[in-house]
Every structure is written in structure tokens, then in C-alpha cells.
């Protein structure tokens, strides 16, 4: 274990729409999250607003 066994930026991204929406990110959504994957030293209080985020999307009410 070690600093390159865990994920990249996009994967973290990529892992919480899985988690939250049960589906990987659409091309918008990866661009949309540029201003997080810009800077891979990004910590938890930016995944945590990005999940926070995800959760107020209609998709995640209706499909969950």
C-alpha cells in the first residue's frame, strides 16, 4: 500500500457516482468536475460537497 495504490482524482469521482447513482459519469459530468481533478491533492471537503451535490440531483431522489 501507498500513495499509488490509491485512485486517481477521476477515479474517486468516478467511484462516488457509482456509489450514489449506481452509474459512472457522463463526458459533462467529468467536465464538470475539472475544477476537483485540476488539483490531485483535492481532500475530503471537495469529495464531500461533490457527493453532497450528487445527492440533491433528481436522479438520486427518484431512483433511490
Given at each position: 500500500f501507498g500513495?499509488?495504490?490509491?485512485p486517481?482524482?477521476w ?7 457509482l456509489a ?6 457522463t ?15 483535492a ?7 461533490l457527493?453532497?451535490?450528487l ?7 427518484f431512483?433511490?
Open positions: 500513495p499509488s495504490s490509491e486517481s482524482t477515479g474517486r469521482v468516478k467511484k462516488l457516482f450514489l447513482l449506481s452509474r459512472p459519469p463526458e459533462k459530468e467529468l467536465e464538470m468536475t475539472k475544477k476537483i481533478a485540476a488539483d490531485d491533492r481532500g475530503r471537503e471537495a469529495y464531500a460537497q457527493g453532497y451535490a445527492m440533491q440531483m433528481n436522479e438520486f431522489f431512483n433511490h
